[in-house]
Structures are given as structure tokens and as C-alpha cells.
């Protein structure tokens, strides 16, 4: 909305005129500024003698907004209501009132003006606004009225679904709010609110795992209340029993708190909880490397992505560079599909680019990338080359393609390029060759498979994870594709 008002405001106060560099700055300032400087901007626009009814409104009402970022409720009102009275039909300035009253706690109000709102002009945004108030009385029912109708006249407004899903958490249909924060992160991804929501969701499921997860990327965004949620995840941890995460959880949340809130008195009741189950117990012994696959980055973020099983169950993940051994954070995963998604230094690896356009044919060369059999043979990267065979797995799997690159134990989570240096798959499984003996008495030469990138795109899209997609227009030899994928690919060394 920001933008479209941004428009209006900046056009000529004067049909026909031309508006000067101060008046524009001055408008974009208004709208986009700091409270102070907004403040002085938009009352200059307001003195403009050629300002017009509705760039009056408009400013008024932006005014009011800076007023209420100030928590100046008598100013913010103050222009709200001058706005209203320069044009009775537009509905703009009372959604600012029913945000003003929302602010003070005076819902009964705050519903009377978002309702006046709708009925001058129904927009997603006022619904879903008079939804949030409706939450706050705890009257899920006509929340999610408000929520069902702000979707059906904008299906991509994240913040209907992210509230819808809050009412179904506050009734207990974990399963419902679960779904509705999935479809408002993959509507805004850098939005941390409906991760922080979803990891409570999980939490109350009883999926720690899942929770933590969630709670992590909602801290790693900035969550503007930060302290609560390291506050959960702290829960999720002792739940879970890991009590030192926890305790460390549980001191961030109560450094960050108001000492007198509540949330900071759940905070020193986790502390000292922690404290006690700490005490109570014989230390577990450190962790210790029990298996070890491949990854490789995506981005110039850090991301790895790599097989789901290869990280299953990992207490810690440590990845092997070419500078040395870094730490890495499970960001997410899909069991289904067998993909996992971590997050490392950035400065560590050189990104992949996936491969776009028309699919990877039967009989293409493919180079296949990975670190296996880690502990017996050389520590470097291993590359290995060979063909498409088929493009679907065992049981017609479409999601997978078979290929003949010779694998081992220690590949998974790799990457398969083409001969243009572009991902095609991450190397999944291999042919199990004393199953197939004892079932047809053969032993399988090189029949393996990998997740098509196809997959890995649809899963990154899921989550907002950036990549780079090109199409396979060049031809390089496979040593410049070894080459190309050696500098992107990991050891994962999965602790448990």
C-alpha cells in the first residue's frame, strides 16, 4: 500500500504542473522516513497550497502513523480524524484508527473503526486487521471469518494466513495453524513471525526436532521479539533434553526481557529448572562422529544442501572445507523427499548453479561429486563419471534418475552435474547388491540413483532459499565440470 500511496502523494499538486525536487523529497520522506523527519516532511506537504483533497488525507494520515510509531496517540488520533473529515468516504484513515485503538488495548473501538473501514471500501487488509482484534478478545470464530474473507479478496496476503493460523493455534487444530504459517512463509519467507508461530505449533505437537527448527530461523530473521523466542526454543530444548542448550536459551530470553514481565519470570523459572536437571544427572558423553555424507552450497548465503538421512539424528554437523572445519545449523528438511538444508560460513564454498530449461536426457554424461568412504580412503573429494540411465528410480519414482557414475558410502547428498557444470540431482542411493543377488542371483554394476533437481528447486522454493538457475548451453569437458563442483562440495560429519 506503501508504494501506491508513495505515487499519489509525489504526482503534481496541480494538474499539468510540475512538482519540485523539494516536493518529492518531501513526499518520499512523508511516507518512507523516520518518525521525526517523516513528521516535518509530511507537515510541509500539508501546508503546500496546492495540495489536493486527497494528498491532504494521505499525508495526514501517514502523519499519524509516524505519530503513532512515537506512541503519541493524541497527534496520530488528531490527524486520523482530520483525514477522515477531509474525505468521509475513504476508508484509509479509519483502518489507522482501528490500528490506534488496537495499540491502546480499546479493541471494542478499534473494531468499531476497522468495521466503519470495511464498509466504505472492503479491502484483505482491514479484515485482517479486524481479525488480529478479534484474536486479542479471544473470539476465534469471528477471527477467522475476518481471515476467510481477507483471503478470498487477496489470496497472497501472508498476514491472513499468519493470523488464521495463530486463532487455530490458540484452539488446539495444531495440524490447521501448521499449514496456514506453511503457506505464509512460502508467501514471504523473510517474514520471522509465522516461523516463530509454526515452531510453537510443532511444539505443541510434540515435535521438538521440527520446533527448533522453525524457532532458529525466526531468530536468525530478526524476530522483533527475540527474547520470547529464545524463551520457546529454550522449552523446546529441555524438552527434549538438551539442558545446556536450553539454559543458554533461557539466559538470552532473560537478558532481553523486562524484569518485571512475565515472559522474563518463565525465563529464571526455565533457568533454574535446567539448573536442577543439570545437576541431577551424569554428564553424557560428547558426542562422537558416527557417520559422514556429502553437501554442497546452493548460494553465496552458506546454504548446504545435502540428504535428509545424512543428517538425521545429528547432535552436532560439522562440515570439512577446503579452510579448515566449520561449524554448520540445521535450517530445515524434508523427510519425505530425503533433502536437509544447512547453513555454514558463508565465505567457505563457492555455489552451484542449478540447471535450467529442458531436463537432463537418457545417455547424457553426468559427473558425480562426493567424499565417500571418508575414513579408508584419501580425505580429499572423490569425482566419478558416467551416464543417465534412466530418468525414474526404483518402483518408477519420478522424483529420482538412475545413473551409472560409480558411488560408494559417503556419496549421498552430493552433487551430479551435467557436462555444462549445472545441477541435475543429489546422489541419493545405490542399488543394495546383496538384496538384488539373493532376489535374482545378480550383483548390480553401478546402479544408482539421485533426487532430480527438480525436487531440490521445488524445496528451496518451499523455504525462500535463493539460488541461481542457467541453462546447459555450454559443453565442458568433465575434468573443468570436476573441477566446478570440487570447490562447492563438502564433507558432512554428522555427530551423534
Not at 509525489?10 to 525536487?21: D, M
Not at 548465503?301 to 543428517?311: P, R, Y
Not at 556419496?411 to 532376489?439: F, H, Q, R, W, Y
Not at 535463493?466 to 564433507?491: N, Q
Request: aromatic share 6%; net charge neutral.
Amino acid at each position: 500500500m506503501c508504494s501506491r500511496l508513495l505515487l499519489v502523494l509525489v504526482l503534481p499538486f496541480i494538474s499539468g504542473a510540475v512538482i519540485s525536487p523539494a516536493a518529492a523529497q518531501d513526499a518520499a520522506v512523508c511516507v518512507n522516513g523516520a518518525p521525526d523527519p517523516a513528521i516535518a516532511a509530511c507537515t510541509r506537504v500539508i501546508a503546500a497550497k496546492a495540495s489536493s483533497t486527497a494528498e491532504l488525507v494521505l499525508a495526514h494520515n501517514f502523519r499519524g502513523m509516524q505519530f503513532l510509531k512515537k506512541d503519541d496517540f493524541d497527534g496520530a488520533l488528531a490527524d486520523f480524524d482530520k483525514a477522515s473529515k477531509l474525505d468521509p468516504n475513504s476508508a484509509v484513515p479509519h483502518a489507522s484508527m482501528g490500528t490506534l485503538y488496537l495499540r491502546k488495548g480499546d479493541y471494542e473501538a478499534a473494531i468499531a473503526a476497522v468495521s466503519e473501514a470495511i464498509r466504505l471500501g472492503p479491502r484483505a487488509s482491514d479484515y485482517s486487521l479486524r481479525g488480529d482484534i478479534y484474536l486479542k478478545k479471544g473470539q476465534h470464530d469471528l477471527a477467522v471469518k475476518d481471515y476467510n474473507s481477507a483471503i478470498e479478496i487477496n489470496p497472497s496476503l501472508g498476514a491472513a494466513f499468519s493470523g488464521r493460523g495463530q486463532a487455530w493455534l490458540m484452539v488446539g487444530e495444531h495440524d490447521r495453524a501448521i499449514d496456514d504459517f506453511g503457506i505464509a512463509i512460502r508467501l514471504d519467507a523473510n517474514d520471522p513471525q509465522p516461523y516463530f508461530l509454526r515452531g510453537r505449533s510443532y511444539a505443541k505437537k510434540g515435535e521438538y526436532e521440527r520446533a527448533i527448527v522453525d524457532l532458529s530461523q525466526a531468530i536468525s530473521l530478526k524476530h522483533p521479539r527475540v527474547a520470547v523466542v529464545y524463551l520457546a526454543r529454550g522449552e523446546a530444548y529441555e524438552t527434549r533434553g538438551d539442558l545446556r542448550q536450553a539454559l543458554s536459551d533461557y539466559h538470552q530470553a532473560a537478558a532481553n526481557l523486562d524484569p518485571k514481565s512475565t515472559e522474563a519470570k518463565e525465563a529464571e523459572i526455565g533457568i533454574q529448572s535446567a539448573r536442577r536437571k543439570l545437576a541431577a544427572r551424569t554428564e553424557p558423553p560428547a558426542p562422537k562422529l558416527r557417520s559422514t555424507g556429502s553437501g554442497f552450497a546452493v548460494n553465496k548465503s552458506g546454504h548446504v544442501l545435502t540428504n535428509h538421512h545424512v543428517i538425521e539424528g545429528c547432535a552436532k554437523v560439522q562440515l570439512r572445507t577446503s579452510i579448515g572445519v566449520i561449524e554448520a545449523s540445521i535450517v530445515t528438511f524434508d523427510e519425505a523427499n530425503d533433502l536437509a538444508l544447512l547453513r555454514t560460513d558463508p565465505s567457505a564454498l563457492e555455489p552451484l548453479t542449478l540447471r535450467d530449461g529442458r531436463g537432463i536426457r537418457q545417455a547424457e554424461s553426468v559427473v558425480a561429486v562426493g567424499f565417500p568412504l571418508s575414513d579408508v580412503l584419501a580425505s580429499s573429494s572423490k569425482v566419478t563419471v558416467g551416464t543417465v540411465s534412466a530418468l525414474a528410480g526404483l518402483g518408477d519414482d519420478t522424483r529420482f534418475l538412475q545413473f551409472s557414475a560409480p558411488i560408494q558410502p559417503g556419496n549421498s547428498g552430493g552433487p551430479l552435474l551435467d557436462l555444462a557444470g549445472n545441477l541435475v540431482g543429489i546422489v541419493a542411493i545405490t542399488m543394495d547388491a546383496a538384496a538384488a543377488l539373493e532376489k535374482s542371483g545378480l550383483v548390480p554394476q553401478n546402479v544408482n540413483f539421485a533426487i532430480k533437481s527438480n525436487i531440490a528447486r521445488e524445496f528451496l522454493d518451499a523455504k525462500g532459499i535463493p539460488y541461481e538457475a542457467v541453462a546447459s548451453a555450454a559443453r565442458l569437458e568433465p575434468a573443468d565440470v570436476a573441477e566446478k563442483g570440487v570447490r562447492a562440495t563438502v564433507l558432512v560429519e554428522c555427530y551423534k
